[in-house]
């Protein structure tokens, strides 16, 4: 059990990664990523720059060593796959181009970019980027044995997303029970998994299901730190889906009639109250100690999965979670 001195809290100011240099994406990212610069433009590059820098942290120890490269491309542009579809969501609240997007990955109907109220540059670009990101998982040595599992936890990840957006139209729709079965998959530990496991060729099929019980807890742990950063900027953009301000809805420190009075009238003053309510009533410091004890039970496979590095896989949070901390809105 790592020392509790190692585990982060709120007061962590230090950003592990703030002076990590800067990273070119790779021949197989770059293209995508101009794309995406040209034709989408919700988020400048250091999205996917901070994501190539800090994947490895969180790795599965089985992957093949000379496919490094291969599954940080993979994880990159999947990275950006789930981005494009959770801004149209939480962003712009667009259900029509959110429903086309849904449809990407999938074969009972093509998404059409061309339907009445769609934004087809969103779907558009999404269909290229899902093409890439498949053509880049079946370069895997495994991809035949884990494509269907894959294609699973990607459905799990467009579910997470279309909930949020549910969330969004009627706040209180918000439970912590549901948001704790939907909304962690937007992380998308899962199909990272996949990719890694469809590049080993020591992985053990034994161990397959204890080690998405491990992936479970990584993915809360991730979710966590997540909520904590930008909950507070969520709050202020009208978006109401974060574990803190669901928390704070189901114990009273904050209403919905307050919620649906601060999306109509977003002011500064008003996001301002509501945030120093949810501070004050210790919301983040729970979900801290939540972290730990994820951690804890993950920690617990240890000695079960011969496959890979239990401990090494629930460590590469810890950094992650630290500059999540350090860079939370209230900070």
């Known amino acids: 059990m790592a020392a509790e001195s190692q585990f ?6 230090i950003d592990p990664f703030a002076n990590a240099p800067t990273r070119t994406l790779s021949e197989t990212v770059r293209p995508l990523a101009n794309a995406y610069d ?30 490094g490269r291969h599954v940080r491309d993979a994880k990159v542009l999947a990275t950006m796959f789930i981005t494009v579809i959770d801004d149209v969501a939480e962003r712009h609240g667009d259900r029509a181009t959110l429903e086309e997007l849904l449809l990407v990955p999938f074969d009972s109907r093509p998404a059409d970019p061309t339907r009445d109220g769609v934004d087809g540059e ?3 670009f999404q269909q290229e980027l899902w093409d890439a990101l498949l053509s880049q998982f079946r370069e895997s040595s495994r991809a035949e044995e884990f494509e269907p599992l894959f294609r699973f936890d990607v459905r799990q990840a467009l579910q997470s997303v279309d909930y949020s957006a ?42 397959l299901s204890a080690v998405r019980d491990v992936v479970a807890h ?20 009208g978006d109401y889906s974060s574990g803190v301000v669901v928390r704070a ?15 109509r009238e977003p002011s500064e003053e008003a996001v ?5 309510r949810i501070r004050g009533a210790g919301i983040e410091a729970a979900f801290v100690e939540q972290w730990r004890r994820e951690y804890e039970r993950g920690a617990d496979y240890c000695g079960e999965i011969e496959s890979i590095d239990v401990r090494a896989y629930l460590d590469g949070f810890v950094p992650i979670f630290r500059s999540q901390l350090a860079r939370r809105s209230g900070a």
């Open 8 to 13: 982060p809290s709120l007061e962590d100011e």
């Open 38 to 67: 040209e034709r989408i433009g919700d988020r400048d590059r250091s999205t996917w720059r901070w994501f190539d820098a800090v994947e490895p942290e969180f790795r599965l120890s089985c992957v093949d060593d000379e496919r």
């Open 122 to 124: 969103y779907v558009r």
């Open 166 to 207: 549910l969330l969004a139209r009627y706040p209180g729709l918000a439970g912590e029970r549901e948001l704790q079965t939907y909304d962690v998959y937007n992380m998308m530990l899962f199909p990272f998994a996949d990719i890694d496991l469809a590049t080993s060729s020591g992985f053990e099929m034994r161990d």
């Open 218 to 237: 990584g993915q809360r742990m991730a979710r966590i730190g997540n909520w904590i950063a930008t909950w507070e900027r969520e709050l202020a953009e």
């Open 249 to 263: 809805l189901e114990s009273g420190v904050v209403s919905v009639d307050e919620l649906r009075a601060l999306r």
């Open 272 to 276: 301002s109250v509501i945030a120093e």
